[in-house]
T-cell receptor
Framework: QKEVEQDPGPLSVPEGAIVSLNCTYS??????FMWYRQYSRKGPELLMY????GNKEDGRFTAQVDKSSKYISLFIRDSQPSDSATYLC???????????FGSGTRLSIRP | GAVVSQHPSRVICKSGTSVKIECRSL??????MFWYRQFPKQSLMLMAT?????????EQGVEKDKFLINHASLTLSTLTVTSAHPEDSSFYIC??????????FGPGTRLTVT
């Protein structure tokens, strides 16, 4: 079993829709949860991070962590064509430990 | 925000030659840098962790004699792919971590070995 499981997609939604991206993980020691966005042929960029369980909102993006079910979500409101990219969930055990990346979900927002 | 650069962005080399890729943190000091490899439509695979002034720590299955990593300063780490072969063709990405835990990624280097 992989430490982090993520549906590879592709996921295609119309502009303006709410997008839900999800990951599950198996390591109960994960405490930090990050989401990265990667455009084609570019390096990933950090979108959001949360510590332990709970929600965090930043503009149109909301990150949600449920440690009891080992489930991580990223919601995008009012999706835009510029949001079309691959989204990687990336948990870590501590601030000093390595990050484990999910396989990424390819998202396409149709104009 | 923190900026990490990589050079070159793209390189084509012949089989059997060596290629060096540079990773620089431009506006912060990075005690730790990471090197990843990414194949098409796949996620990032950590190759090694590089700490300034000490030997790199390689992930299982990564040949340290083939992928030489040097982290001689707080702003520069290099990855040298020695005796490159076509199967080494990939997208190589570095990241740098400063005093906080976030990793900032470089734009990547696309290596093609012919």
């Amino acid at each position: 079993q992989k430490e982090v499981e993520q549906d590879p997609g592709p996921l295609s939604v119309p502009e303006g829709a709410i997008v839900s991206l999800n990951c599950t993980y198996s390591n109960s020691a994960f405490q930090y949860f990050m989401w990265y966005r990667q455009y084609s042929r570019k390096g990933p960029e950090l979108l959001m991070y949360t510590y332990s369980s709970g929600n965090k909102e930043d503009g149109r993006f909301t990150a949600q962590v449920d440690k009891s079910s080992k489930y991580i979500s990223l919601f995008i409101r009012d999706s835009q064509p510029s949001d079309s990219a691959t989204y990687l969930c990336a948990p870590a055990e501590s601030s000093a430990s390595k990050i484990i990346f999910g396989s990424g979900t390819r998202l396409s927002i149709r104009p | 925000g923190a900026v990490v650069s990589q050079h070159p962005s793209r390189v084509i080399c012949k089989s059997g030659t060596s290629v060096k890729i540079e990773c620089r943190s431009l506006d912060f000091q990075a005690t730790t840098m990471f090197w990843y490899r990414q194949f098409p439509k796949q996620s990032l695979m950590l190759m090694a962790t590089s700490n300034e002034g000490s030997k790199a720590t390689y992930e299982q299955g990564v040949e340290k004699d083939k992928f030489l990593i040097n982290h001689a300063s707080l702003t520069l780490s290099t990855l040298t792919v020695t005796s490159a072969h076509p199967e080494d063709s990939s997208f190589y990405i570095c990241s740098a971590r400063g005093i906080a835990y976030e990793q900032y990624f470089g734009p990547g280097t696309r290596l093609t070995v012919t």
